[in-house]
C-alpha cells in the first residue's frame, strides 16, 4: 500500500478515515502521522474490533522506535517490524540511545585503563560507523549523575 | 523549578537576601543528650509563626544522602527524617502551625519530566550496581581489600512516588513522630501541625501555596504572619513572591559545590568509586578517634529572606513617567512570569533564554522598554495578556540572531581561554619557573665533573637580569596573543601532542544556531518536520502559549486543569510567538487528577515495576498489553546544545490517558484492599497537642461522634480557617499511639489529637487576588538606601534579621584563653610585662575578634580601652556576657517594638561605660591605668546606626 493508495482508502472509507484520525497524537507532524497511520490501515484487519488499543500500542512502539529512538524488547521490535514492511519511511532521524553511549563509554574507559595519560571527561560519543542518514540527525549523548528529584 | 543555576543567580545579584542559619545544638553530658529548649526565643532574633515543609526535599537526602553513607533500612530512613525536621524545627522554631506536606500525585503536566527522571534513576540504580561489582572484583584481584558488602537492598529512589507502600509507611511514621513530639517536646505545645501526605493529590510546595492563599482570602487571616517555607527549588522563591505576604522567608540547605562524597565502594574520602584501588582505611586522627566522622562539615542551612528580595526588585522595576500608574506588586508577578521563559518544571525554556547568559536581566530590560507600548501589565492574578506578551516576545525574538551567534563566540574564546590556561599549566609543571643559568646553573651531583669556582659573577647576574626581561617580554606576547607566538623559551620541552590528547572531544550539534537558517535546522532535527511546514510550528507555539497561562495560573491560583500538558519536548523560538493573542481561551474544567497508582503506571519505567500489583506490572512489560508503548526498555539522550550531559532531554514517549485507563480498567477488579486503600484519595490531617486553645473544642466533636463537617472556630487557632471531620482510625488522647518503627517507643502518654482537615472552600470561578492584604506592614528596609551620604557616616550592612543586631565581643578572659591556645603570649597572669612595656606588649598582639566583626566596624571602637584594662576587668568577660544574652533575649520578647530594643542597647551602653569605670578603679592594676587616661564609651552613633 502506498502513500496514493492510503489517500485513495481514506476517501472511500469516510467513517474509517475519522477513527483512525481520531487517535493521532498531537505531537506528530503531517511526517509522522501519515507513517503511523499508514501502518495502522494495514493491520487493522488482523486485530479484533476489541484490540483496537493493542494495535494502537504496536503502532506507536513501531513510531518511537522509528522517529524518537526507543527500545523495545527484540521480540515486540520484531513484531513490529514485519508489521510494518514495505512502509517508506524517508530520512527517518539517526539515535544513539543511552544504553549504547554508556557501553560505548565503558568499552573506552576499560581498554584505557592502564594507559598512564588517559582522561576520563567526557566521552567520544562519534558513533563510528552508525550513522545512516544524511545531515539532519541529531547525535545524543548520554547522561551521568542526573539530579534525582 | 528545574533550573539549577536560578539561585545561584539570584544570590550573586542579590546577595543580602541570604542570612545564615543560627543553629543552637542539643548538649550531651554523660552521654545523655539533652534537647535544645525550643520554648525560647529563637536564636535568629527573629520569631516566625509558620514553617511549611515541603517534605520531598528532605525525604529525598534522607534515603539516599549523597554526602554520607546510605541508611541500611526503612526505619533508619524514617529516623533521619524525623531527625531533620527536629533540626529544622530547632531553628525556625514555629509558634503557630507546622505544615507537612508530602508530594501527591500530580498534575498531568508533571508527568514527562516525572518520568524522564524515573526513567533516568531507574537506569543509573543498575549501572552503579553493575560498576561497583566490576570494580569490586579488578580491586580484589589486584589484592585490594574492601570491607565486605553490607547486607542492604538496593534502595530505589523511584519509590518516593504517591501510591507506593513507601510512602503509605511514611504517611504512618509520620502521624506517630507527631504524635509523639505533640506530647512530649514543649517546643510543640501550642503548635498546630498540619500534615498533607502522598494521598492528597498535589504537589507539596503547591498544596502549601494553597493552603496559604486560601487562608489570606478569609477575613480571619493575620496579615503578618510571619511564614517560613522549607525546600531548595529555585520555585518556592517564585511562589512566595506569588503570595504578595510581606513576611516570607525560604529555609534551604547551603548549596556547597563540589562537596567530597565517599567512594561508593569502600566508603573512604578523597576518590571515586572509578578509582577505588581498596587501599587500607587510613586513621583517622592520632588515634582512630575520628573514624566514624566524616571529614565534612555538617550541612548548614540559610534562610533567603523574600521581603529583601521585595526591596531589590523595588529599585529594579521602579520606572516613572509610565502612561499607567505605576504598582509595584503588579510589577512582581510580571517578573514572576518571566521567570517562567527561562525555565519551569512544565516547559521546556525557550532557546534562546539562558540563565547563564543574563536573560532575566534581559527580559527586565526588554519588559522596562517594551511596558510603555503595551499600556499595562502583563499579567493579573495570574492570568496572561497575550497581546502584552507577544511584544515581549518580538523584542526577545529580534535579538534571538545575535543571542545565538554571541554564545558561540564565548563558548569559543572560553575553550580558547582554558585550553592557554592549561597550556600554560604544563609548562610551569614541566620545570621550576626560574633556573638560574651559566656558571648558577645547578649540575646534578656524581657525574664526573666538579663544579667549577664562579667567575665574574657580577657580569653573569647582569646577562641574567637581560634574559630575564626578555623573558618576561615573551611571557607578555604570549599572553596577548593568546599563546601562539609564545617565545622560544616558553615552548621548550613541551610536547606538541599532549594538548591535543587533553582537549575533551565536542558534541556534535547538528542545528548550528550560530549559523544562518538556524531555525531551518532546528525544527528539522529536533521536530522532524520542514521549516515551511507553518502548521506545525503553529501547533507548538499554541502548546507553548497555553502552557504559560497554565503555569502562571497554577502558582497564582492553583492547578487549572489536571489534564493539560506540553506535547512536546522542545520548545519554540521566542520569533515564532506572532499572533498569539487567540491562542488560548479557558481550560477545561472539572478535570480530575490521577488515582495514586494509575499515576504510578504513567511515570515508572517497568524496571520499577515492583512497586505495583503483579497485574498491573504485567500491562508494563507484556509484548501484548495495550500500552507496551508507554515502556521502552532504552531510549534517547539528546544533549541539545548543552554542555553538561544530564541537561539533555530524554526523549521517551506521551502517555496516552484514555488507552492507560482503558488498559487499567481490565485489572481494577484484582487490586487487593489493601492497594485499594493506597489508591484512594486521602485527607489532610491536623494535630494538636493538649494545651492547645481548638483542643478541647475537637476532643467534643469525637466525643459526640458528629458527622458532618465543622467548622474550626477562628478565634481558637490564630485566625486560622478550615473544615474539620472526624478521621477513621484517628489519634486520641490517653491512647497509645504505636510505633511502626522497633527502635522507637510506643507514645503510651499521648495527649495530642488528631482530625481531618479541609481548606476553607471557594465558590467555583473565584478569582484570588494577587495583593498586599490591607494591614499588613512592610518590614524595615535592610539594603543600603541609594541615598545614602558617604559623608562621616559609615554604613554597616544588616546581616540577620535583627537591625539592631548585637556585636560580638570576646571578653578578656576569652581573649586570654583564645591567645593562650593560639600560643600568643602567655596572656595577663602568665608573663606579666613591666609596665612600660606594656602598652606595646599588648597592641602587639591585638585582640582577635571575630574576622565578621573586625571587618564591619573597620577598627573596632572600644576594643583597645578594653583590652588594656587591668586586671580587675576579668570579671567583664562574665558580666557583659550574661548582659548579652539577657538583652538578646529581651528585645525578642519585644518583637516589633524595635524602639525598645534599642533603649535596651542604650541603656546597656550606659552599663559599659559604668563597668570601665569600674573596672578602672577597682582593679589592682591601678598604675597602669593612670598612665593611659580614661576609657572613652564608644560613640554610639557608630555602632547602632
Keep these: 500500500m502506498a502513500a496514493a493508495d492510503v489517500q485513495d482508502f481514506l476517501q472511500q472509507n469516510r467513517a474509517e478515515a475519522a477513527e483512525v484520525e481520531a487517535s493521532r497524537g498531537y505531537w506528530e507532524s503531517e511526517k509522522h502521522w501519515a507513517a503511523r497511520r499508514e501502518f495502522i490501515l494495514r493491520n487493522k484487519g488482523d486485530f479484533r474490533p476489541d484490540s483496537q488499543d493493542q494495535l494502537l500500542s504496536l503502532s506507536m512502539v513501531w513510531a518511537n522506535n522509528v522517529f524518537m529512538g526507543c527500545r523495545y524488547s527484540e521480540e515486540l521490535l520484531q513484531r513490529v517490524r514485519e508489521m510494518a514492511e514495505g512502509i517508506v519511511v524517508e530520512d527517518a532521524p539517526v539515535f544513539k540511545t543511552r544504553d549504547e553511549i554508556m557501553k560505548q563509554q565503558q568499552g573506552r574507559r576499560r581498554s584505557a585503563a592502564g594507559a598512564p595519560t588517559f582522561s576520563r571527561r567526557g566521552a567520544d560519543v562519534q558513533p563510528q560507523g552508525r550513522r545512516r542518514s544524511a545531515a539532519g540527525a541529531p547525535t545524543f549523548i548520554c547522561c551521568q549523575n542526573m539530579d534525582c528529584f | 523549578m528545574g533550573v539549577p543555576a ?57 534515603t539516599h544522602p549523597e554526602d554520607k553513607p546510605a541508611p541500611k533500612n526503612e526505619d533508619e530512613m524514617m529516623v533521619a527524617i524525623f531527625e531533620y525536621i527536629d533540626r529544622l524545627f530547632n531553628i525556625v522554631r514555629p509558634r503557630r502551625v507546622l505544615y507537612m506536606a508530602i508530594d501527591g500525585v500530580a498534575p498531568r503536566a508533571k508527568m514527562n519530566q516525572q518520568r524522564s527522571r524515573r526513567f533516568r534513576a531507574s537506569k543509573e540504580g543498575v549501572e552503579l550496581t553493575e560498576e561497583k561489582n566490576r570494580m569490586r572484583e579488578e580491586v580484589i584481584q589486584r589484592g585490594g581489600y574492601l570491607p565486605p558488602e553490607e547486607v542492604k537492598e538496593r534502595f530505589d529512589s523511584n519509590c518516593i512516588t504517591p501510591g507506593t507502600e513507601f510512602m503509605d509507611n511514611l504517611a504512618q511514621c509520620l502521624r506517630y513522630y507527631v504524635a509523639d ?103 583517622q586522627g592520632e588515634h582512630d578517634e575520628f573514624a566514624n566522622t566524616m571529614p565534612v562539615s555538617e550541612q548548614e542551612f540559610i534562610f533567603i529572606r523574600l521581603c529583601v528580595l521585595r526591596e531589590y526588585l523595588t529599585r529594579e522595576l521602579t520606572m516613572s513617567s509610565l502612561p499607567f500608574p505605576f504598582d509595584f506588586e503588579r510589577s512582581v508577578d510580571d517578573w514572576v512570569f518571566m521567570c517562567f521563559f527561562v525555565g519551569n518544571d512544565f516547559l521546556p525554556h525557550l532557546p534562546s533564554l539562558e540563565i547563564r547568559e543574563g536573560a532575566i536581566d534581559r527580559l527586565v530590560g526588554i519588559y522596562k522598554d517594551v511596558v510603555h507600548k503595551t499600556g499595562g501589565y502583563l499579567t493579573q492574578n495570574g492570568f496572561v495578556n497575550l497581546e502584552r506578551v507577544e511584544l515581549i516576545m518580538q523584542a526577545v525574538g529580534v535579538a534571538e540572531d545575535n543571542i545565538f551567534r554571541k554564545r558561540k563566540d564565548d563558548d569559543e574564546s572560553f575553550k580558547r581561554r582554558m585550553k592557554d590556561k592549561k597550556k600554560r599549566m604544563k609548562a610551569e609543571q614541566q620545570r621550576p619557573s626560574f633556573l638560574s643559568s651559566g ?72 542545528v548550528r544556531l550560530w549559523e544562518d537558517g538556524w531555525k531551518q535546522r532546528y525544527y528539522k532535527t529536533k521536530f522532524d518536520v520542514d521549516a515551511t511546514d507553518d502548521e506545525f510550528k503553529k501547533k507548538v507555539v499554541k502548546s507553548y502559549v497555553e502552557g504559560l497561562c497554565w503555569v502562571l495560573r497554577y502558582y497564582y491560583q492553583g492547578c487549572a486543569s489536571w489534564k493539560w500538558y506540553f506535547p512536546f519536548h522542545y520548545a519554540p523560538f521566542a520569533s515564532d510567538f506572532k499572533d498569539i493573542k487567540d491562542m488560548f481561551t479557558e481550560f477545561e474544567t472539572d478535570t480530575k487528577p490521577f488515582k495514586p497508582l494509575e499515576q504510578l503506571m504513567g511515570v515508572f519505567p517497568a524496571a520499577s515495576g515492583n512497586f505495583l500489583p503483579q497485574t498491573w506490572r504485567n500491562l508494563m512489560s507484556n509484548p501484548e498489553s495495550s500500552i507496551i508503548d508507554f515502556y521502552p526498555d532504552d531510549f534517547a539522550i539528546d544533549l541539545n546544545g548543552k554542555k553538561y550531559a544530564w541537561q539533555g532531554v530524554a526523549l521517551l514517549p506521551f502517555v496516552d490517558e484514555r488507552r492507560l485507563r482503558a488498559a487499567l480498567a481490565d485489572v481494577y477488579p484484582e487490586l487487593t484492599q489493601e492497594e485499594m486503600k493506597r489508591n484512594s484519595l486521602g485527607s489532610d490531617v491536623l494535630f494538636l497537642g493538649k494545651s492547645h486553645p481548638l483542643f478541647d473544642f475537637i476532643h467534643e466533636l469525637y466525643r459526640t461522634e458528629t458527622t458532618e463537617v465543622t467548622d474550626i472556630p477562628p478565634e481558637l487557632c490564630h485566625g486560622i480557617l478550615g473544615k474539620l471531620n472526624l478521621d477513621q482510625n484517628p489519634i486520641l488522647p490517653e491512647k497509645t499511639v504505636q510505633s511502626p518503627i522497633p527502635a522507637l517507643r510506643d507514645v503510651a502518654q499521648n495527649s495530642s489529637i488528631g482530625v481531618r482537615f479541609r481548606d476553607p472552600e471557594f465558590p467555583a470561578g473565584h478569582v484570588f487576588k494577587a495583593v498586599m492584604l490591607p494591614g499588613a506592614k512592610i518590614p524595615a528596609n535592610t539594603l543600603k538606601p541609594e541615598d545614602f551620604q558617604q559623608s562621616g557616616r559609615q554604613w554597616r550592612p544588616q546581616l540577620g534579621f535583627n537591625p539592631n543586631r548585637q556585636q560580638a565581643h570576646l571578653g578578656q578572659s576569652g581573649q586570654r584563653a583564645l591567645n593562650h591556645s593560639l600560643g600568643r603570649g602567655g596572656g595577663q597572669y602568665s608573663n606579666a610585662p613591666p609596665p612600660g612595656n606594656y602598652q606595646n606588649y599588648n597592641r602587639g598582639q591585638q585582640h582577635y575578634p571575630s574576622p565578621r566583626q573586625s571587618s564591619l566596624l573597620g577598627e573596632p571602637p572600644y576594643q583597645q580601652p578594653y583590652q588594656r584594662q587591668s586586671y580587675g576587668g576579668g570579671a567583664h568577660g562574665w558580666g557583659r556576657a550574661n548582659q548579652n544574652q539577657h538583652n538578646a533575649y529581651q528585645q525578642n520578647s519585644n518583637r516589633g517594638h524595635s524602639q525598645g530594643g534599642y533603649q535596651q542597647q542604650q541603656q546597656q551602653q550606659q552599663q559599659y561605660g559604668q563597668y570601665n569605670q569600674r573596672g578602672g578603679g577597682g582593679g589592682g592594676g591601678q598604675g597602669y591605668n593612670t598612665g593611659r587616661g580614661g576609657y572613652p564609651a564608644p560613640p554610639p552613633s557608630r555602632r547602632y546606626n
Excluded at chain 2, 503570595?243 to 562524597?261: A, D, G, L, M, S
Design chain 2, 6 to 62: 536560578f539561585f545561584r543567580w539570584l544570590s550573586r545579584k542579590y546577595p543580602s537576601i541570604v542570612v545564615h542559619c543560627v543553629e543552637e545544638k542539643g548538649k550531651e553530658y554523660n552521654g545523655v543528650r539533652i534537647p535544645v529548649d525550643t520554648t525560647r526565643p529563637n536564636p535568629n532574633e527573629v520569631e516566625f509563626d509558620n514553617l511549611y515543609l515541603d517534605m520531598n526535599g528532605i525525604i529525598h537526602p534522607c
Design chain 2, 181 to 283: 513530639r505533640l506530647s512530649n517536646d514543649p517546643g510543640w505545645k501550642n503548635v498546630t501541625v498540619l500534615l498533607s501526605d502522598a494521598s492528597v493529590p498535589g504537589e507539596g510546595e503547591h498544596k502549601i501555596m494553597d493552603y496559604i492563599r486560601r487562608q489570606r482570602a478569609q477575613p480571619n487571616h493575620d496579615p503578618n504572619t510571619h511564614h517560613c517555607l522549607c525546600g531548595a527549588d529555585a520555585d518556592l522563591i517564585m511562589l512566595g513572591l506569588a503570595t504578595h505576604e510581606p513576611n516570607f522567608t525560604i529555609i534551604r540547605e547551603e548549596f556547597k559545590p563540589n562537596k567530597p562524597r565517599p567512594c561508593a565502594l569502600c566508603g573512604q574520602m578523597g576518590h571515586e568509586l572509578k578509582e577505588c584501588t581498596g587501599a587500607a582505611r587510613e586513621k
Design chain 2, 439 to 510: 656558571q648558577f646553573a645547578p649540575q646534578a651531583l656524581g657525574r664526573g665533573g666538579r663544579p667549577e669556582p664562579v667567575h665574574n659573577a657580577r657580569h653573569q647576574a647582569f646577562n641574567m637580569r637581560v634574559q630575564n626581561m626578555d623573558a618576561a617580554q615573551s611571557l607578555k606576547a604570549m599572553m596577548k596573543n593568546g599563546g601562539n607566538s609564545a617565545g622560544p623559551s616558553a615552548d621548550r620541552g613541551m610536547k606538541r601532542k599532549a594538548e591535543d590528547s587533553d582537549s575533551e572531544p565536542e558534541p556534535e550539534d547538528n
